[in-house]
């Protein structure tokens, strides 16, 4: 995955580790690709069948490393050689530990933790950015990543659902803890390169809110720059 986080932040990134059932690798991978975009690195433990040793080695590693570990609780999770092995692991090592649940609870040492419910689409498939948004608030609120984290993912949203999930995300932090001077100017800035974010109603209207509210502290250069791109 490429790494498309915005040079105005250099900081070490978030590292999360993703435990799943190689039968759930498609679901992973989304999450993986989302959280990427606010500059979070997710290791996918299985996306082959077979664990050979040096991936052991690797997998080891990365529970060490990693801030937060997120097993996907799914009947294929319960039924894997390795994954509750990787759960152990992490209680012990005291990792921030977010259970999701697919299709079951947290059991054993997992269930003094809170697990988050996916929200369905209308087909029972997962709505995995509703997901990505509701995995983000925790870590968010568990200061694990900050303001700029949500400025990096609302900038880099690709399509319009995308662009749609990341402002409300945006617009819950901003109201929970208001938005520095600097990175007001960050978020205009970098908006105006996306015409994603210009495209998308959602977006385009929480911007407006966000700019009204705070343009008395942006620069007259950055006023009249937004003025020009027609951002809004």
């Not at 399509?159 to 001077?181: C, H, R, W």
């Amino acid at each position: 995955m490429v790494d498309k986080s915005p040079s105005y932040k250099s900081q070490e990134r978030v590292r999360v580790f993703i435990s799943n059932s190689y039968l759930d690798r498609s679901m992973a991978t989304k999450i993986r690709n989302r959280l990427g975009e606010y500059g979070i690195s997710v290791y996918i433990a299985h996306n082959e069948r077979e664990v050979s040793p040096l991936i052991r080695e690797k997998i080891l590693e990365n529970i060490n490393s990693t801030a937060v570990f997120i097993p996907f609780l799914t009947r294929n999770f319960f039924t894997s050689e390795w994954t509750m092995q990787e759960c152990g692991a992490a209680v012990a090592l005291a990792k921030l530990i977010v259970p999701i649940s697919v299709e079951a609870d947290p059991v054993g040492y997992l269930s003094k933790y809170t697990s988050i419910k996916p929200v369905r689409d209308p087909d029972g498939s997962i709505n995995s950015e509703a997901l990505c948004n509701e995995i983000l608030k925790l870590l968010y609120v568990k200061g694990i990543i900050a303001t700029t984290d949500a400025i990096r993912g609302f900038t880099n949203a690709m399509t319009f659902t995308e662009a749609n999930y990341a402002a409300e995300f945006l617009k819950d932090v901003e109201e929970t803890d208001g938005i520095s001077v600097e990175d007001v100017t960050v978020l205009f800035t970098a908006s105006m390169d996306n015409l994603i974010l210009k495209g998308s109603f959602k977006a385009s209207k929480i911007l407006a809110e966000i700019l009204e509210k705070y343009k008395g502290s942006l620069s007259r250069e950055t006023m009249e720059q937004l003025s020009q791109r027609k951002i809004f």
